[in-house]
């Protein structure tokens, strides 16, 4: 039953963390009233309310990097992976389906399509997601995102990350939530750097973690 709950957990809050993300390009893209600001604090916001509404229940992942990364810091373990990522994935999908069907005059429904050059916008995805997992790690209860400065902590990072790099790359940091769009939107064209360097910076912020926590347990 526990491993149900924190499925659903998962499926809410990333279909939530999609629609709210993608649905405020998304007007804005089509009408102009969000603008880039508002776009930011969207983000930063529904990350921040679904941590604190589903930390307890299933870690507030929403991400298939972040769970990835947590089962490499042996946080969390491998044979669940599987279920979180398809989980994360299908609740993205599924965001990204219904955006298209309340907004449909949106072409892009939220894609990530980078305005730099993609070897670029990889290193720049590559270190907000190391940024992000970071802090992530620092405030984390063992692969759950729980307690009074979680939701305040991992917020502010994707606020203040997507405030500055979603003019660039849009600020993914996550492959679940770039491939709802692409999939949906038909938009395919640099989903390989949102597939990938998500994880590649996340993993190195794994193992910059454990092996400062290693000098810091010598000392």
Not at 144 to 163: D, H, P
Request: aromatic share 12%; proline share 5%; net charge neutral.
């Amino acid at each position: 039953m526990k491993r149900y709950t924190a499925l659903y957990a998962e499926f809410i809050g990333t279909f939530a963390m999609v629609f709210c993300g993608t649905a405020a390009m998304a007007v804005n893209e089509t009408t102009g009233d969000v603008a880039h600001e508002g776009v930011a604090i969207t983000w930063g916001l529904i990350v921040m309310v679904m941590i604190y509404a589903f930390g307890p229940q299933s870690g507030a992942h929403f991400n298939p990097a972040v769970t990835t990364a947590f089962a490499l810091a042996k946080r969390f373990p491998w044979k669940k992976v599987p279920a979180y990522v398809i989980t994360q994935t299908t609740a993205a999908v599924a965001a990204s389906v219904a955006v298209k069907a309340i907004i449909p005059k949106s072409i892009l429904i939220g894609a990530t399509i980078p305005s730099i050059p993609h070897e670029s916008a990889f290193w720049l995805e590559f270190l907000l997601s190391f940024f992000l997992m970071i802090v992530i790690l620092h405030i984390s209860t063992g692969s759950k995102e729980i307690g009074s400065v979680a939701g305040l902590a991992v917020g502010s990072v994707i606020l203040l990350e997507a405030m500055f790099a979603g003019p660039l790359t849009n600020a993914s940091m996550n492959p679940a939530r770039s491939f709802g769009p692409a999939l949906i939107g038909n938009h395919w064209e640099p989903i390989w750097l949102y597939l990938t360097a998500p994880f590649v910076g996340m993993a190195l912020a794994v193992v910059l973690f454990k092996y400062f926590v290693s000098l810091k347990d010598v000392g």
